[in-house]
C-alpha cells in the first residue's frame, strides 16, 4: 500500500487496493444518489474501507473540477423536427424545454450529427458530442433500447421525454398518462350507454400506444374489439367498425380521427349521431381540422418543462424520483353523443 506520508493518494490507487473501476470510485466518493443505487453495497463498502485505511482525502480543485458544468443542455430527437411534418407536435415539448431552461441559465445544444442508420436516428456515432452537454434530453415516439441500455451503463445523464420501460434497467422520464385518460374518456361513453365500443389504432410498439390500449381495456374489458389502423385506408377502418355496429370509436392517433370523420361525412354517416370518435390525444402527423374532438390532449409543453427539471435533479443529486406521469388535459368536445336509442 502506498506510503500516505510521503505519496498522494490518486482515485486510481484506490480502485486498484479496492479492486473496482476508478469510475466506481468516483461515483463512490461523490456520493450520487442515482449511481450508488447501481453500486453493490458490499462494493460500496469494500471502497470506502480502503479510503478510510488510507486516510485518502480529494484534491479539492479535483473536486471543484468534477461538480463543474458546461451549462448546455442537450436534445435530442430520434425524429427530424427542423422543418418535420411532425413538427406542429414536437413544438411544445420544444418550447417547454427552451423556457425552463432560460430560467435555469442553461444554453440548448440540439445534436444534429446522427447519421441515419436502416431508417433510424442513432444517437451514438464515431463523432456523437454528447459529454458537450451536462446531461441530455430524448424525443421520439420510439426509442431503441440498446441506446436507453448504454446510456444507463455508461451512467451519461439524461432523461427520455416520454415513458420507455425496455432498457432493462429503469429509465428517467416525464411521460403522459395515457392509460388514466384512455380510461376515463372510456368510462363516460359507457356512462352514456356506448355498450359497443372499439379500439381503433396500432396499441403496439411505443410505449404510448400500449398504454392507450391497456386504459381502454382496463374500462371495456378484454374482449373488446382492436380495430388496427396499420395499411388500412380510413374507408376500410370505417367498414369494420360499421360491419362489428360500433357506436363508439377510441383512436389512438388524432390524424386518423380526422381522417375516420371525413370518410363517415362522405358517407353519409352521421358522428356522433351514428359513431362517437373519440381522439385519445394529438395529431403526430399533419392533419388539419377545426373539430372540437371528444377526449384528451398531450401535456406537452409541461412535460418540456418537468423534463428539464427532472434532467437538472439528476445532475445535482437531488432526485427523489426520476420517473414521472403527468396527468392528461380531458376535454368534452362535441363528438361524443349517447347512442341512438339510449
Not at 423556457?99 to 444517437?123: C, N
Not at 403496439?204 to 395499411?231: C, I, K, N, Q, Y
Not at 392517433?253 to 385519445?280: M, T
Not at 432526485?319 to 380531458?330: F, I, N, R, Y
Amino acid at each position: 500500500m502506498p506510503d500516505k506520508a510521503t505519496t498522494r493518494l490518486t482515485q486510481r490507487d484506490i480502485a486498484r487496493l479496492a479492486k473496482v473501476s476508478q469510475t466506481t470510485v468516483s461515483l463512490v466518493l461523490n456520493n450520487r444518489s442515482d449511481a450508488i443505487a447501481r453500486i453493490p453495497a458490499e462494493t460500496r463498502d469494500r471502497v470506502l474501507k480502503v479510503i478510510r485505511e488510507t486516510g485518502y482525502q480529494a484534491d479539492p480543485l479535483a473536486r471543484r473540477m468534477m461538480k463543474q458544468r458546461n451549462q448546455i443542455l442537450g436534445v435530442f430527437t430520434y425524429e427530424s423536427v427542423f422543418p418535420s411534418a411532425s413538427g406542429d407536435f414536437y413544438h411544445p415539448f420544444l418550447a417547454g424545454i427552451e423556457d425552463r431552461a432560460e430560467r435555469l441559465g442553461w444554453d440548448l445544444l440540439l445534436f444534429t450529427s446522427a447519421p441515419v442508420t436502416d431508417g433510424h436516428r442513432r444517437i451514438f456515432h464515431e463523432n456523437n458530442r454528447l459529454r458537450i452537454a451536462d446531461g441530455c434530453l430524448l424525443l421520439g415516439r420510439e426509442i431503441p433500447s440498446d441506446e436507453l441500455a448504454r446510456l444507463i451503463a455508461e451512467d451519461y445523464p439524461f432523461v427520455s421525454v416520454g415513458r420507455r420501460d425496455d432498457a432493462g434497467a429503469p429509465v428517467p422520464y416525464v411521460g403522459a398518462d395515457y392509460g388514466t385518460a384512455t380510461r376515463t374518456v372510456a368510462e363516460r361513453a359507457q356512462e352514456l350507454g356506448h355498450r359497443r365500443i372499439a379500439f381503433v389504432g396500432l396499441g403496439v410498439g411505443a410505449e404510448s400506444s400500449a398504454d392507450r390500449l391497456r386504459g381502454f381495456r382496463e374500462a371495456a374489458g378484454p374482449r373488446a374489439p382492436h380495430v388496427p389502423t396499420l395499411d388500412r385506408s380510413p374507408g376500410e377502418v370505417l367498414d369494420d367498425l360499421l360491419e362489428r355496429r360500433i357506436t363508439a370509436a377510441f383512436v389512438e392517433e388524432r390524424a386518423d380521427a380526422i381522417a375516420l370523420y371525413a370518410a363517415a361525412a362522405e358517407r353519409g354517416v352521421d358522428v356522433p349521431g351514428d359513431l362517437s370518435v373519440v381522439a385519445l390525444g394529438d395529431s403526430t402527423r399533419p392533419a388539419a381540422s377545426d373539430l372540437d374532438f371528444s377526449g384528451f390532449h398531450v401535456p406537452r409543453r409541461a412535460m418540456g418543462v418537468r423534463a428539464v427539471e427532472l434532467l437538472e435533479a439528476v445532475l445535482s443529486g437531488t432526485s427523489t424520483e426520476q420517473q414521472l406521469l403527468l396527468p392528461c388535459e380531458l376535454t368534452d368536445g362535441i363528438t361524443l353523443t349517447p347512442p341512438k336509442g339510449a
